[in-house]
């Protein structure tokens, strides 16, 4: 997994509430259960004019030349509920989403983004109001910056934002690892534990047992 430390880059207001994992990848748009090629069904029921088509709304966000190369999007209150379905931040990564920030998550939704490289940001509404205003003045210049080591959002010099995240969660988004790499970085205390283990109940042990 790719490690998220400092990102600065384009960031797409979409404050609305309640934004569903159904609408971040609709259930027609999930062929497979591969994390690849997913990006195209992102957002699907927003980004085109039609179900199932692919002709752009130019309404959306997204869609708006402003926006090309976002990187970081701006949510509402209770981002990624619905479905646990885990094809939605497979989507966001995909099409180069690395983070979201919004007022609060779904739980599963959150995990999701820290399993796979995404930043889940929560900071108050009304900060990301200011985010909001300060981007739409210009969207292809106004970068947001994300900074994961210093727990801060930063806009310009003026907007700073610390957000707080769970050390373990931050720990695999700065060193890009998975559930399992995690557990790996306490291999010398497993190797401890079951040395110790072995001396106390050395039958667990057996390879083979004689009959």
């Not at 939605?88 to 999701?112: D, K, M, T």
Request: hydrophobic share 45%.
């Amino acid at each position: 997994m790719e490690p998220v430390r400092v990102l600065t880059a384009i960031a797409a207001p979409m404050i609305r509430a309640n934004i569903d994992t159904d609408i971040i990848i609709p259930s027609r748009e999930m062929k497979s259960v591969s994390k690849t090629g997913l990006a195209a069904g992102l957002f699907a029921g927003w980004r085109y004019t039609a179900i199932g088509g692919r002709d752009p709304n130019p309404e959306f966000v997204l869609n708006q030349p402003a926006y090309a190369g976002t990187r970081i999007l701006l949510g509402g209150e209770n981002f990624g509920c619905g479905s646990s379905r885990e094809h939605a931040v497979w989507a966001l990564h995909e099409y180069g989403i690395r983070a979201v920030i919004a007022p609060s998550f779904a739980p599963i939704f959150f995990g999701n983004c820290v399993r796979n490289g995404i930043v889940p940001v929560v900071l108050a509404a009304t900060y990301i109001a200011m985010l909001e205003s300060f981007v739409q003045a210009d969207p292809q210049t106004n970068h947001i910056t994300v900074d994961l080591e210093r727990c801060e959002v930063r806009a310009a010099e003026v907007q700073r934002y610390p957000f707080k995240i769970e050390a373990e969660a931050r720990d695999m988004l700065l060193e890009g690892l998975d559930a399992i790499d995690l557990t790996l970085k306490s291999r010398a205390e497993i190797a401890n534990f079951q040395a110790r283990d072995k001396l106390l109940r050395p039958w667990i042990y057996l390879e083979t047992i004689t009959q």
